[in-house]
């Protein structure tokens, strides 16, 4: 029985709630229709389909290099294509590019300020990207000169509303990829600091981001606290896929070298493959032994093994076919932040809070 | 929060779930068989993978030379 309102409010009232509800409904069933596709596929696990694969020897690797020079907590690292260069940043506002064959330190710059949790070199070799606490992401030239003041250069390319998680530079050194604890990704021109598309859809801090192989097109995929994993398209803006099976944070995200697939790590002490074309989990990376974090992960070269560090200071290594873990790495005395693999693959470097870095071969 | 905010919000996740739902999808036996042919196709070329020698990997320490 309706209550005395006046006529156009009558009308108004009853077919908004309506329309809501529908609309509820309608979102439950579209996720219940996702989950049942999904389900349909999923006729082996990729452990299975890799049994007849010849099972890996021993490892070994070990630390190759050590890189002190940070006062504090090393946040983010990120190598040249030229193979040898690092840049790294540090929770002191510290960013430092070293010579990985050498261990020497080619520049250094001062932020303005503390928890540097993103850096990136560019594509050239001739500049790093950096941010952090600041909301920003900070490009600076690199010079030739080793004296000038590299900080007088600095261009302020993005403006997030929180911290800056992740930065990358596209396949040039003209635009940048942002991720942050505002919980958007955003695609920036690095000369006019313009913004060029924004990502929305995480629903809490976006923490890690990783461009696709270029062969595989203009995607990305970003990982966040809301557990979620998304694929972007960089042209619409529109998240294309997305996965939600982590426990916990994602912190780091990484395509499989291939572009079809991509890992990811989470504080839920897991590591995780997800198949683009199957759209879905297809493994787990676990062990009932390793209860810590996963802060970072990558690939190496052939896709074959999978490098994670962990909250409590070791590498895991993975064989990403079997499910197994192949090896385990110790040296960090503290947490390991942030792995890559070196662009040819012949070294991966770690960064800890126990203020180094290690290049492992 | 209004009604018509929530809606054009519900409007928007039910516009995604369609588009995610409406997706090509391969079956997990085609794609693990892609994934694992990819990396077969490429282990040579992995170093980290092979173990290269020291003398190919400027990471590892060179053998001394010595004259005997």
Same mark, same amino acid.
């Given at each position: 029985m309706r209550s005395p309102l006046s006529p156009e409010m009558a009308t108004q009232e009853v077919p908004l709630n309506e329309t809501l509800a529908h609309l509820k409904t309608e979102s439950e069933t579209l996720k219940l229709k996702l989950e049942e596709e999904r389900a349909k596929l999923h006729d082996v696990e990729l452990h299975q389909v890799a049994e007849k694969v010849e099972g890996l020897g021993q490892f070994v690797m070990k630390t190759r290099r050590t890189l002190k020079g940070h006062g504090n907590k090393v946040l983010c690292m990120d190598w040249c294509k030229d193979k040898r260069r690092i840049v790294s940043s540090s929770q002191d506002g510290k960013v430092i590019v070293w010579d990985a064959f050498t261990t020497n330190k080619e520049h250094a710059v001062t932020m303005p300020c503390t928890w540097v949790m993103a850096c990136a070199y560019a594509p050239s070799g001739c500049a790093v990207a950096c941010g952090g606490l600041d909301n920003k992401c900070s490009v600076y030239p690199l010079s030739?000169?080793? &004296? *000038? &003041?590299?900080a007088a250069k600095k261009k302020s390319v993005a403006m997030h509303t929180n911290y800056l998680s992740a930065c990358s530079f596209t396949n040039s050194d003209m635009q940048i990829l942002t991720s942050s604890g505002d919980g958007t990704c955003a695609l920036w021109?690095? *000369?006019?600091?313009?913004?060029l598309q924004s990502f929305h859809g995480h629903a809490a801090d976006v923490l890690c981001l990783d461009l696709a192989p270029s062969e595989t097109g203009n995607t990305f995929v970003s990982g966040g606290c809301d557990k979620k994993a998304n694929v972007w398209d960089m042209r619409s803006g529109q998240c294309i896929q997305s996965f939600e099976t982590h426990e916990s944070d994602i912190n780091s995200v990484r395509y499989y070298p291939s572009g079809d697939a991509f890992a990811s790590g989470s504080d839920d002490a897991t590591c995780r493959l997800y198949d683009l074309r199957a759209d879905r989990e297809v493994a787990i990376y676990s062990k009932e032994s390793i209860i810590f974090g996963v802060s970072s992960v990558d690939f190496s070269l052939s896709g074959r093994l999978l490098f994670g560090g962990y909250n409590d200071y070791t590498i895991n290594v993975w064989d990403v076919l079997k499910g197994t873990r192949v090896s385990i790495l110790f040296g960090h005395e503290n947490r390991v932040s942030t792995l890559r693999v070196s662009p040819d693959g012949t070294a991966f470097c770690t960064g800890s809070w126990d203020h180094t870095l290690r290049i492992w071969a | 929060m209004s009604s018509s905010s929530s809606i054009v919000a519900m409007k928007k996740v039910v516009q995604q779930l369609r588009f995610e739902a409406s997706i090509n999808r391969v079956k997990v036996s085609q794609a693990a068989a892609e994934l694992q042919q990819f990396c077969m196709n490429n282990a040579t070329q992995d170093p980290l993978l092979t173990g290269m020698s020291s003398s190919t990997n400027p990471f590892r320490p060179q053998k001394v030379c010595s004259f005997l």
């Open positions: 030739l000169d080793k &004296n *000038e &003041n590299l021109d690095v *000369e006019s600091g313009q913004l | -």
